[in-house]
């Protein structure tokens, strides 16, 4: 009678011990599996990088050309204005001249 028990213990513990390695042997599957997902998932980001990188330069490139216009438009304004200025005090300055030239005592 001991021994039965002593043979079902046994034969409880090999059962156990199996259901033991098994639960190893699937979560070392499970950490594989996981690893391999990981590696997949950097690889497709890495191989994603260039495209990324490129939109984000795309984008620089127009911000970029947007201010240059932006620029060019407030120097072509600005220009115009000094050119308006230019024209509105040049008979002032000619006359200025000419009275300093016709009559240098009374500038």
């Not at 043979?7 to 070392?28: C, F, G, N, P, S």
């Amino acid at each position: 009678m001991v021994q039965e028990v002593f043979k079902q213990l046994l034969e409880a513990e090999q059962q156990a011990e199996a259901i033991v390695d098994a639960a190893q042997a699937e979560r070392d599957g499970m950490i594989a599996a996981a690893h391999e997902e990981a590696r997949h998932a950097e690889a497709q980001f890495e191989a994603h990088l260039p495209a990324l990188r490129a939109d984000h330069l795309q984008a620089a490139r127009e911000r970029a050309a947007r201010t240059v216009s932006d620029l060019n438009q407030h120097n072509s304004e600005r220009q115009h204005e000094l050119r308006q200025l230019a024209q509105l005090h040049e008979q002032t300055a000619l006359d200025a001249a000419l009275s300093l030239l016709f009559d240098p005592g009374k500038g």
